[in-house]
């Protein structure tokens, strides 16, 4: 039978040499394959043109307040030079370009100090790989921040369901030459996940599914080590485990995007559709503490951003651009004015919307120089 592309034909002839893939290592093919996965693939298909947009589509606004809360870390930090910050799974740029305005605008001598990197995939750099980071931190120096918006939803994840009071792990194997899902017994590290955090799965009803993330607690390890002094800021979708692994989330939250259309098939298209599920914010938390990190914030976008002065300068636009909106609303000039106004004030909205963008995770950990009495 046809297949729809290259990869998922080099995914069935892996399969038929060496049996059924867990699901987390058919994921880390469609999305990070280096010849045909979906982000490693062509251009970035991020934004409307794409298969969906992040916050940094949504105007300046959010790299403004990214850039104030840089600022206050460098200051926290006592000004270092240069202030090496990393964004990984950096997209397009667009953050960096909008810290930067920022920067040059609000604080020159900030903006002097900033040595920003954006560390993406496709520009063949490996934002998942030890060696290729740990390479970059001994050739340009350690980071003082780690930024990763957006980036962890999109890691491999193993896919479990409950049968009878017993944990299966869904692994992806062929019918009559498709793809289809089939179900094993699932390995210890998996089993004992869930436990960790005291989810009581086993009494949940069956076909209850949801997503485990091994990967992210390997990444928090390696940006531990690799953070030497500094913080690792993480914004993303998810939640803590009791909030994210709950009985009445019976199908988990692994969703695809394509062409901003939303779909539960994670098995089509492989290599042209993103595949993303929520964040797991405490496995993120318990681990980095594990490593030497230590919770310094844990809240809403909303509430990160309204803390940055989103909304004042929101304010402050119109105030000092935008009088003409109220001045001469009678006009053509004060028409245009009060549209342009709208459109910034529903940016603004939509970034902070509590059902939506504003209910996404920001997360900071710090870590901190041993003093010498500590040593």
């Known amino acids: 039978m046809a297949t729809n592309s290259l990869l998922e034909q080099r995914l069935i002839a892996r399969i038929e040499r060496e049996g059924p893939l867990p699901f987390a290592e058919y994921m880390r093919m469609a999305l990070y394959d280096p010849e045909s996965g979906y982000y490693t693939a062509g251009a970035p298909r991020i934004g409307w043109s794409g298969d969906y947009f992040t916050s940094g589509d949504l105007g300046y606004f959010f790299a403004h307040c990214l850039g ?10 006592g000004h270092p030079q240069p202030f090496r910050v990393w964004e990984q799974g950096a997209g397009r740029g667009e953050l960096e370009a909008g810290v930067h305005d920022w920067a040059e605008q609000e604080q020159p001598e900030f903006a002097a100090a900033l040595s920003y990197r954006s560390l993406d995939l496709h520009r063949g750099e490996d934002v998942l790989s030890a060696a290729a980071l740990q390479q970059l931190c001994e050739k340009d120096g350690a980071p003082h921040i780690i930024l990763a918006n957006e980036l962890v939803d999109a890691f491999p994840v193993h896919l479990v369901e409950v049968d009878q009071g017993q944990l299966y792990e869904i692994y992806v194997g062929l019918d009559k030459g498709r793809l289809r899902e089939i179900v094993v017994p699932s390995a210890p590290e998996v089993v004992t996940y869930l436990d960790r955090y005291c989810i009581r799965w086993r009494s949940f009803p069956d076909g209850w599914r949801a997503e485990i993330n091994l990967e992210a607690l390997r990444w928090v390890e390696l940006q531990a080590l690799l953070l030497r002094q500094g913080f690792l800021l993480v914004i993303d979708y998810g939640d803590r485990a009791s909030r994210l692994y ?17 779909n ?34 844990f809240t809403t976008q909303r509430a990160w951003l309204e803390r940055m002065g989103i909304f004042e300068e929101l304010e402050q636009l119109r105030r000092t651009h935008f009088t003409a909106a109220d001045q001469e609303r009678a006009t053509d000039q004060g ?17 902070t919307d509590p059902v939506g963008l504003g209910n996404f995770k920001v997360l900071i950990m710090r870590r901190r120089v041993p003093s010498r009495e500590q040593r």
């Open 68 to 77: 104030r809360q840089l600022f206050q870390m460098w200051e926290e930090l």
């Open 264 to 297: 539960e098939q994670p098995l089509a298209r492989p290599g042209e559709q993103d595949i993303t599920a929520h964040v797991n914010f405490s496995a993120l938390i318990d681990e980095g503490r594990r490593h030497g990190l230590r919770l310094r914030l």
């Open 246 to 262: 709950s009985r009445a989330r019976r199908r988990g939250t692994l969703l695809c995007y394509h062409k901003h259309h939303i």
């Open 335 to 351: 028409q245009i004015a009060l549209l342009r106004w709208y459109n910034l004030r529903q940016q603004v909205l939509t970034l």
